[in-house]
């Protein structure tokens, strides 16, 4: 067909002169739309594509590349506001490496993703404050730095545009602290080295995020717009099929987003606590006022304990002590030359988890189509079993992969599919948890059994090797266990998804089992204990105790105390899970207790000097998404009537089924409100409220350490766990019976009952009655 030029003019208004291709606008041409909209540039078959300038009837402008009637490419946008954004568009949102400039003149420099900050970049605040690291869907995330105008640094982790997880904070004079974090507060422990004193290196620290410890930022190049290498990387792609007529371009495009984005709307003060970090506690002065006055000062360190920004332990210790150096975030290791026993112990455990997710996701992916029955005594035998080999270069049933060649065994699929489904747990979300591409994470043992464990990339699960007298045992004692659990949705005892046994090709066996995550929660587990119910060995050495140490018996040293219908409901559930266990001559299994701590409500003492603010800081001018680490959370755990559309009801790995009854609250179902932090579903279990009573320790002018509080609000989480243990030979009962303190000569194999009524009368002391 001919091309011409020519004008035309609509009935509707509308108004176009130029190129034209039959119909439909072609080449260069203008159009304009009855309500002042204008764009002049490139047109193909009726699309705005190529370069092009559009003009809003709002004042808003573009001018860069277009493709199919999209901002597509490269370009600048001009917002009404005189906030402009420069950089890369992908279907009229703002989409890879770009640099905004807001009418505030605040600047963001980096990647975008769907409109939003996404991945590396750099916001500087218009007051001197500068922020550089990782951003996640308009939020920082992940590491990255934040330098405010007074000189003050954080260099650590972030979530939700909240410094959380570890972190160091360097103060304009000097002072420094390293510790952990959790939704902008403080919240765990951490080292304070006063101003003066010998301080660790943060260089190594510094070093992978690119900026040096004297506080001077080093921007790599992908850090800044290069308008040049931007228009490289975004050539204009022709050919995207949008239908798009004259009359329905890109007229509505200026409803891009062009405002500040709420979370960083406001700039973003130092928190107040560290602005003015002052003098100590008066616990804290006391403490250290036995030191002799000839001691070296630039020495001595603090120890620091936070609950939600609220210091609750300090201790004096020496600034060389090795045990609190400060190490640099995980990154990825370089690959090197190893050692045949680095081979065996790294690699090897490498293999097994690729090996573990390729087999996990071949059973998950076969047996879920399979049409829901009810389990046969059959699934329980020896040959409800499903064998696979997977060679390195694939075959006609397994994809090719990257590990060693494997055979995979899966014990029990129809049983496990059953017991999936009963848990409520959704197999795709099962499937990308486990074999997603983040992968899986080894963990260190918290025993002595020498197993392997494996932690999810979302923390829902946790895969533990097991040795084959481990396997026979949960293999006799499924068909009961699937009974118990079909029974009792409330049950205490761990859940099991799945039991798998990898041959490698020179031989080796490795079996596993798929747990819940206990620890998985909502809330920060801030104390994990091992419950036996025993003394003998039940104790952690202090030097060996660390954030996320599980402690064991003799180093609890509180009693819960909860709701009468709370505690009564627990203690129903763990007596019928005793008696489950009983009856498979299983007695050596544990209570795992995670604590949430709240902050105490008796702060007077302790709270470090607010900083006053100055005359031209607006109360506007305090956020960023960051929450102030003096907040303080009104007193007290409040259970209110269950609202189902309120809290979060979606089944996890550890949620057990109904919604617990309280006494408080006229026995109705209940949620737990946490006041300025979350609104909770109580089941058993999980989120259940308690008051934890601490005997105070005196304040000794010789002691170092501190305890300042009597009373604490605590959210509890508990399971039993190590129930793969079967003592069935007067061997194993007589090696219980010493590590327990019993006398062998007054327990038969035939009665286990006698360690569930010691666990038990333990647990009544644990969480005791009211009277």
């Not at 990782?134 to 909240?162: I, P, Q, S, T």
């Not at 360190?301 to 609220?310: A, D, K, L, S, T």
């Not at 009963?422 to 197993?451: H, N, R, V, W």
């Not at 039940?538 to 064991?552: S, V």
């Amino acid at each position: 067909m001919d091309m011409r030029s020519g004008d035309r003019e609509f009935p509707n208004g509308d108004f176009y002169s130029g190129g034209v291709k039959g119909l439909l606008p072609n080449g260069k041409g203008k159009y304009a739309w009855s309500d002042g909209t204008i764009y002049e540039g490139d047109w193909d078959q009726g699309k705005i594509s190529g370069k092009g300038k559009l003009i809003w009837s709002s004042g808003a402008k573009y001018e860069g590349d277009f493709s199919g009637g999209y901002l597509h490419g490269f370009g600048t946008m001009t917002s009404p506001d005189e906030s402009v954004y420069s950089g890369a568009w992908r279907m009229n949102v703002r989409h890879g490496l770009g640099r905004k400039e807001y009418s505030n003149s605040d600047l963001y420099d980096g990647l975008w993703k769907e409109g939003l900050q996404d991945g590396r970049g750099s916001y500087s605040w218009t007051n001197g404050n500068r922020y550089i690291g990782n951003w996640k869907k308009g939020k920082m995330c992940e590491r990255g730095v934040m330098r405010w105008a007074n000189g003050d640094l954080y260099d650590g982790f972030w979530l939700n545009g909240f410094r959380h997880g570890s972190g160091v904070y360097k103060f304009a004079d000097g002072c420094l602290y390293y510790g952990t974090w959790s939704r902008g507060l403080k919240d765990g422990k951490g080292v304070f080295y006063p101003a003066g004193s010998k301080q660790p290196s943060l260089k190594k620290w510094s070093r992978s995020l690119e900026y040096d410890d004297t506080g001077k930022f080093v921007l790599s190049r992908s850090a800044s717009v290069n308008v040049e290498e931007l228009r490289s990387l975004n050539t204009v792609t022709q050919s995207l099929s949008v239908k798009t007529s004259a009359g329905e371009t890109t007229k509505n495009s200026g409803s891009v987003s062009d405002r500040l984005p709420d979370e960083i709307r406001r700039i973003c003060d130092p928190p107040r606590d560290f602005t003015c970090h002052g003098p100590l506690s008066k616990s804290a002065r006391f403490s250290g006022s036995g030191q002799s006055a000839g001691q070296d000062r630039n020495r001595i360190v603090y120890e620091r304990e936070y609950m939600q920004g609220v210091l609750i332990r300090e201790t004096i210790m020496s600034s060389v002590d090795r045990s609190h150096k400060i190490k640099p975030p995980h990154r990825p290791k370089e690959v090197r030359a190893r050692s045949l026993l680095t081979f065996l112990r790294r690699e090897h455990n490498y293999y097994l988890m690729l090996n573990l997710q390729l087999g996990i996701r071949y059973t998950v992916g076969k047996i879920t189509p399979v049409p829901r029955r009810e389990v046969r005594a059959s699934d329980f035998g020896k040959n409800a079993r499903t064998k696979m080999f997977f060679p390195r270069d694939g075959s006609n049933f397994t994809p090719p992969h990257k590990s060693v060649d494997f055979s995979w065994k899966d014990y029990c699929p129809m049983v496990f599919r059953n017991l999936r489904q009963m848990f409520k747990l959704d197999a795709a979300e099962y499937m990308m948890s486990i074999c997603g591409d983040d992968g899986l994470t080894e963990i260190s043992s918290p025993g002595k059994s020498g197993s392997i464990f494996y932690l999810s990339h979302d923390d829902r699960f946790v895969i533990k090797t097991l040795k084959k007298s481990e396997l026979q045992v949960l293999l006799r004692m499924l068909p009961k266990y699937y009974e118990h659990v079909g029974d009792h949705e409330n049950t205490l005892i761990t859940k099991f998804f799945g039991v798998h046994r990898i041959t490698l090709k020179w031989g080796k066996k490795v079996r596993f089992v798929v747990m819940g995550n206990m620890f998985c929660t909502e809330l920060k587990i801030h104390r994990r204990y091992d419950l036996k119910g025993s003394s003998q060995g039940r104790f952690t050495e202090k030097i060996k105790i660390q954030e996320k140490t599980t402690l064991k018996d003799l180093d609890l040293a509180y009693e819960f105390h909860m709701d009468k219908l709370l505690r009564e409901a627990l203690f129903k559930q763990i007596y019928l899970d005793c008696s489950f266990l009983e009856s498979l001559n299983i007695i050596d299994y544990s209570l795992l207790l995670g604590l949430h701590f709240r902050a105490p409500g008796q702060l007077n003492d302790i709270l470090e000097p607010p900083n006053a603010m100055s005359d031209q800081e607006s109360v506007s001018s305090v956020d960023v998404g960051l929450a102030q680490e003096l907040s303080i959370p009104p007193k007290g755990l409040l259970l209110v009537t269950h609202e189902p559309n309120s809290v979060n009801t979606a089944p996890g790995p550890h949620i057990r089924g109904s919604t617990l009854r309280a006494f408080s609250v006229g026995e109705q179902e209940v949620d737990l409100i946490l006041p300025g932090t979350a609104r909770l579903r109580v089941q058993l279990g999980v989120n259940m409220p308690a008051q934890a009573h601490h005997k105070l320790i005196e304040d000794k002018e010789e002691s170092a350490t501190i305890e300042l509080f009597e009373v604490y609000d605590v959210v509890v989480y508990m399971g039993i766990i190590d129930i793969l243990q079967e003592y069935n030979t007067k061997k194993k009962v007589e090696h219980t019976c010493k590590s327990l303190q019993y006398d062998p000569m007054t327990i038969s194999v035939t009665e286990p009952s006698i360690y569930s009524k010691r666990f038990v009368n333990f647990l009544h002391k644990v969480f005791p009655e009211e009277r």
